[in-house]
């Protein structure tokens, strides 16, 4: 089943009861005025709109959930809250990844071993955005322990493929037109691959920009939370909202890799197509070599998460011997056999490579690279390749995901990435491209 995002947005495309949602029969009361309402899209009509229209906003969002989730499964529960306070995200709903912790709902890590299980408190990021005014309307679905076993949600661009993990759920119900934004969190590659996959922004700041308390770990050197909106516009504003420092567009050279990092032909082809697009938009690119850097930073990234990993698992492999999710019962296995001093030399590896990159940041201050290895793979028991995001993941610095314009089939995102907390340089840079891009012909990488 074949839906383009603007079908998603604009119309349902299934409709009935949904599986697992509960609590919020109370909320249908305005149903019929909120659906003779202009529904708010984005997260930047969102913010223009007036507090009455944000209510009735929600009141669509539940609506939409209702009538497409039994397909796309992209929540685990849907239970808005109460605002509690007021401020620049007042009454604008957004879901959470189900690793971060959120007091009163449900916080089951993707695992079925945590069926049921409830949050005690709220987590920082949770409380961050609750102070500002917005309504936590529920967790989405997480891959088990943010790894590797996928959960059930589906590509709401064609419910066949992989909406891509771990942030499956929360890419998904933003792409769906759900939510105006989510939250969800990369060690890998699990924020900016399912938004390449599914067609929309992704954004993962600098490492710890975002406060991690309360949030499931698996590599805390390299776990790092992110937000999805639809738009690059939507994602500045939002970082204008949380209190993040907005910046102002510069005008300066942007790097590109040649060759470029391993990847499939479909997505090899729209990367060329795409910088070729914006060379004769005026952009400025230059290129660049960077590939082997990756490669050892990805590699460096693999065995991190495996030595940490193993060691945040290690007690949960203990409790429940073959009963754990085996994808983490193997990562525990085998990271506790990496010893300490290659561990230790790895890192070393992270912040060579980082010194390395600092350099090109220097002359061209945001690099563009594929979002991911290629379109979303056909299938939900995997959930991708994260090897075109990892190596920013394990230097730290922000990167942020737009959609090529592509004319048809599966999504292909650009990634751009830039030095370490110069988020708001790569924000604009991000939106100025994307400009280009709504401007500009469509590419058939194909």
Same mark, same amino acid.
């Given at each position: 089943m074949k839906y383009t995002r603007r079908d998603f947005i604009k119309t349902s495309a299934a409709v009935g009861a949904v599986a697992g949602i509960s609590e919020f029969a109370a909320l249908h009361s305005s149903h019929a005025a909120a659906a003779d309402s202009p529904r708010l899209e984005t997260f930047s009509d969102w913010l223009k709109a007036d507090r009455d229209s944000r209510k009735r906003g929600l009141e669509q969002c539940l609506q939409r959930i209702r009538e497409l989730d039994p397909s796309i499964h992209a929540w685990v529960q849907v239970q808005p809250e109460r605002p509690t306070a007021d401020g620049p995200l007042s009454e604008i709903p957004f879901g959470a990844k189900d690793i971060i912790e959120s007091q009163g709902m449900a916080t089951e890590y993707g695992s079925p071993l945590y069926k049921g299980r409830v949050g005690t408190k709220d987590a920082a990021i949770i409380h961050l955005m609750r102070s500002r005014g917005a309504i936590m309307l529920g967790k989405t679905v997480t891959t088990a322990f943010a790894y590797r076993t996928p959960g059930p949600t589906r590509n709401p661009r064609n419910l066949e493929h992989t909406p891509g993990g771990s942030s499956s759920g929360s890419a998904a119900a933003v792409a769906a037109g759900m939510v105006p934004f989510t939250i969800g969190e990369q060690t890998r590659g699990s924020m &900016?691959?399912?938004a390449s996959y599914c067609g929309i922004t992704g954004f993962k700041p600098t490492h710890d920009l975002l406060p991690m308390e309360g949030v499931l770990p698996l590599a805390k050197t390299q776990d790092t939370l992110g937000l999805y909106t639809h738009t690059p516009a939507d994602m500045l504003a939002l970082w204008k909202a949380l209190g993040y420092p907005e910046g102002s567009e510069e005008q300066f050279a942007i790097g590109a890799p040649e060759p470029i990092p391993d990847c499939e032909p479909e997505m090899a082809n729209a990367f060329r197509q795409s910088v070729a697009l914006l060379r004769r938009a005026g952009i400025n690119i230059q290129t660049i070599d960077i590939k082997e850097i990756l490669k050892k930073v990805e590699a460096a990234n693999d065995l991190i998460t495996f030595y940490e990993g193993a060691r945040v698992h290690e007690a949960r492999l203990k409790e429940f011997g073959d009963r754990l999710d085996q994808p983490i019962a193997a990562l525990v296995r085998d990271g506790l056999k990496i010893p +300490?001093? /290659?561990y230790n030399e790895t890192m070393r590896t992270v912040s060579d490579g980082r010194a390395r990159m600092s350099e @090109? @940041? /220097?002359s061209t201050p945001v690099i563009l690279t594929p979002a991911a290895t290629g379109p979303a793979p056909l299938g939900l028991s995997t959930t991708g390749d994260p090897a075109m995001n990892a190596p920013w993941t394990a230097l730290? %610095?922000? +990167? &942020?995901?737009i959609p090529m314009p592509v004319a048809g089939g599966l999504p292909l995102g $650009?990634?751009? %990435? +830039? *030095? $370490?907390?110069? *988020?708001?340089?790569? $924000?604009h840079a991000a939106i100025r491209l994307q400009e280009r891009f709504n401007a500009g012909p469509k590419i058939s990488p194909a």
């Amino acid at each position: 089943m074949k839906y383009t995002r603007r079908d998603f947005i604009k119309t349902s495309a299934a409709v009935g009861a949904v599986a697992g949602i509960s609590e919020f029969a109370a909320l249908h009361s305005s149903h019929a005025a909120a659906a003779d309402s202009p529904r708010l899209e984005t997260f930047s009509d969102w913010l223009k709109a007036d507090r009455d229209s944000r209510k009735r906003g929600l009141e669509q969002c539940l609506q939409r959930i209702r009538e497409l989730d039994p397909s796309i499964h992209a929540w685990v529960q849907v239970q808005p809250e109460r605002p509690t306070a007021d401020g620049p995200l007042s009454e604008i709903p957004f879901g959470a990844k189900d690793i971060i912790e959120s007091q009163g709902m449900a916080t089951e890590y993707g695992s079925p071993l945590y069926k049921g299980r409830v949050g005690t408190k709220d987590a920082a990021i949770i409380h961050l955005m609750r102070s500002r005014g917005a309504i936590m309307l529920g967790k989405t679905v997480t891959t088990a322990f943010a790894y590797r076993t996928p959960g059930p949600t589906r590509n709401p661009r064609n419910l066949e493929h992989t909406p891509g993990g771990s942030s499956s759920g929360s890419a998904a119900a933003v792409a769906a037109g759900m939510v105006p934004f989510t939250i969800g969190e990369q060690t890998r590659g699990s924020m &900016i691959r399912p938004a390449s996959y599914c067609g929309i922004t992704g954004f993962k700041p600098t490492h710890d920009l975002l406060p991690m308390e309360g949030v499931l770990p698996l590599a805390k050197t390299q776990d790092t939370l992110g937000l999805y909106t639809h738009t690059p516009a939507d994602m500045l504003a939002l970082w204008k909202a949380l209190g993040y420092p907005e910046g102002s567009e510069e005008q300066f050279a942007i790097g590109a890799p040649e060759p470029i990092p391993d990847c499939e032909p479909e997505m090899a082809n729209a990367f060329r197509q795409s910088v070729a697009l914006l060379r004769r938009a005026g952009i400025n690119i230059q290129t660049i070599d960077i590939k082997e850097i990756l490669k050892k930073v990805e590699a460096a990234n693999d065995l991190i998460t495996f030595y940490e990993g193993a060691r945040v698992h290690e007690a949960r492999l203990k409790e429940f011997g073959d009963r754990l999710d085996q994808p983490i019962a193997a990562l525990v296995r085998d990271g506790l056999k990496i010893p +300490a001093e /290659k561990y230790n030399e790895t890192m070393r590896t992270v912040s060579d490579g980082r010194a390395r990159m600092s350099e @090109f @940041f /220097k002359s061209t201050p945001v690099i563009l690279t594929p979002a991911a290895t290629g379109p979303a793979p056909l299938g939900l028991s995997t959930t991708g390749d994260p090897a075109m995001n990892a190596p920013w993941t394990a230097l730290g %610095t922000p +990167a &942020i995901t737009i959609p090529m314009p592509v004319a048809g089939g599966l999504p292909l995102g $650009l990634q751009l %990435t +830039a *030095d $370490l907390r110069q *988020d708001s340089r790569v $924000l604009h840079a991000a939106i100025r491209l994307q400009e280009r891009f709504n401007a500009g012909p469509k590419i058939s990488p194909a």
